[in-house]
């Protein structure tokens, strides 16, 4: 993945952005540069975005994430940066459509899933264009979208390392009550309805119909009820 030959690139320097573009082939760099040659505003770092030193290429703050993103590394590598790159601000991909309703999804919704509720926790998602595959030549055999992300604080105060456990475990097996995904990270039957219900929580209810504050409301009850996950 990368800038590969600038076709976004260049535009983007044209339209008088700032631009850093990362190319991960080096067997393109040669010829990307020279692409590049007349924008100086453009630096180019021929790292995979993966396990790029976001922190050291990202000089200051305001900066904007445009990309077209492969469908293997588009949901590590937003996560990614959504929890560990804050000098981006905000964020406009391009991805494949399922991933992108997953990104985007809320309670109840198909596509909703433990993606969606990471993304939830580090930023507003929308769909903000639907692009069919008949743009493309050749023609891929999926649509895409395209996705904003705007970073906020994380809308809920309990620690994440258990936050994100309890929704893992919920997520684990699809379909199943959020009571026995609940039994399986250590607590008796008695406990888990005690604190589900507490929550609001019926123990029979799904996952998949929970939002971020019911699961931050779960894992602070757990932690009270001395679980350590």
Partial sequence: MGAGLGSLTVPLAEAGCRVLAVESDPALAPALREVLAPHPSVRLEVVDAM???????????????????????????????LDGVPAIERYLVMVQREVGERLVAHPGQE?????????????????????????????PNVDSVLVRLLPHPPPVEVDPVPLFRVIGEGFAERRKTIGNAIRRLGPSHGVAVRVLRGCGVEPSERAERLGLGDFARIAQALLDEGWCP
């Avoid at 922190?55 to 293997?72: D, E, F, I, K, Q």
């Avoid at 929308?126 to 493309?136: G, K």
């Fill in 51 to 81: 396990r790029a030193d976001w922190g050291a290429l990202l000089r200051g703050t305001g900066w904007a994430m445009v990309s077209n993103l492969p469908y293997h590394v588009s949901v590590p590598l937003l996560v990614g940066m």
């Fill in 111 to 139: 596509a909703f899933g433990a993606v969606s509720l990471r993304v939830a926790y580090r930023a507003e998602a929308a769909i903000v264009r639907r692009v069919p595959a008949s743009v493309f030549w050749p023609a």
